[in-house]
Every structure is written in C-alpha cells, then in structure tokens.
C-alpha cells in the first residue's frame, strides 16, 4: 500500500536557522511527489512537483529534493512568515488520487 | 472564478442531522477531490469526479456519505444522519486533467456535530 510519513511532526527554528523536512515514501510507480503548505484556516497551497530521482526545484527559500525513497525540503534562512505546516503527497502511476503526509508544523522565531 | 470556492465557511450541526457541503471548483477544471482533515491528522481522501463521474467512492467512510457533481462543475457532499467523529475540515480541490497536475484547495468547510 502507498504510504507517505513525513518528519518531524514539529520543527522549531530560530529565524535564520536553516533546516531540512523529510518525506520518506513507498509507492509501486510514482508518478508525482509534491510539497504544499498550509497556514491555519486555509487550504493546502502548491509549492513543488518532483517527478524523479535527483530532480530539484527551487523557489526563494525553499529547495525540494527527490531520491528512489525519499524526498527533503531545505529551508534555508527561514524568515517568522514560513511559519506553516508542511504536506508532503504523491500520486501512483495509474492511480487518480493524491496521497498526504501527515505534514511537519514549522515554527520560525524572530 | 479565481479559486475554488467552499460553503458553508463553518457549519455547526446537532447529532443525527444531514448536512451538505459544497464546492465550486475553479473554471475549466475537469476533475474534482474531496478530503477530510482530521484535527492533527493529514488529509484523508473521500472521493474523486472526473466531469460528472466518480469512478472510485471507496474513500467514503460510511454509507452516510454521498456527493455528486452537476454540470461538470458545483459539487455537493452530504453528510446523513452526522455523529461526533464526522467533526473535521471538509476540503475540496479541483485541477485542470487529474493527477499528477496539482491539487488547487479551497479553504475548507469546518464541520462541527455536537
């Protein structure tokens, strides 16, 4: 069965303090890996599709890494308004649905 | 419209009652997801339309649960008879072809059942 976890379930930064989410994943043929987040109150948002291993996007703070089991997203100097719940979901090849992460809750003091 | 668009924004409800969610996703989008989100939980998927049909509803919890979609566009889904554990953010989502394009989220129904 598909099965996404993400880690940690908490992550507590200061502002600047650079740090790394984790998705580890298993799925019979991936089709798509995203990264989305959340703010309290309000729908996921589309942050990164990853398509394959060794693939990487980026996008002003955040880099999303893929490998064969896992995929990593790097927050690099992190500012108090990344704050925000991280999901990590993949769709399977021949499948229609998206499967979710429990997600990492961010954290980032001033 | 910009978005998708989700109503009621909050919905509290007595035990036993039916409640219906709805959903309006953007235009153009063909296929359509609802999730639940349990506090604390990630997102749960419950069923998924493609134009007007729902080739897999085994994402249901309960036969208490149906949706149905008109037009190839409004959804509804309608909660019977609801008990506590139904109490969760109900999301939609909506994208242009199906997965894997990414999901566009509204900003949920929160259901409450006291």
């Known amino acids: 069965e598909d099965q996404v976890t993400q880690s940690p379930e908490a992550l507590r930064l200061q502002e600047g303090e650079s740090s790394s989410l984790n998705c580890s994943y298993t799925v019979s043929g991936l089709r798509g890996l995203f990264w989305y987040r959340q703010d309290p109150g309000k729908g996921p948002e589309f942050l990164f599709t990853l398509y394959s291993a060794g693939e990487e996007k980026e996008k002003e703070r955040l880099k999303a890494t893929l490998t064969k089991k896992e995929s990593f997203l790097h927050i690099t100097a992190p500012k108090p308004e990344d704050s925000a719940t991280y999901l990590c979901a993949l769709s399977e090849a021949g499948g229609f649905k998206t499967i979710f992460g429990a997600g990492t809750r961010l954290f980032v003091k001033a | 419209g910009a978005g998708v668009s989700q109503s009621p924004s909050n919905k509290v409800t007595e035990k036993g009652k039916d409640v219906e969610l709805r959903c309006d996703p953007i235009s153009g989008h063909t296929a359509l997801y609802w999730y639940r989100q349990s506090l604390g939980q990630g997102l749960e998927f419950l069923i998924y339309f493609q134009g007007n049909s729902a080739p897999d509803k085994s994402g249901l919890p309960s036969d208490r649960f149906s949706a149905e979609r008109t037009g190839g566009s409004v959804s509804t889904l309608t909660i019977q008879r609801t008990q506590q554990e139904d109490s969760a953010v109900y999301l939609c989502?909506?994208?242009?072809?199906?997965?894997?394009?990414?999901?566009?989220f509204g900003n949920g129904t929160r259901l409450t059942v006291t």
């Open positions: 989502a909506s994208t242009r072809d199906g997965v894997p394009s990414p999901l566009h």
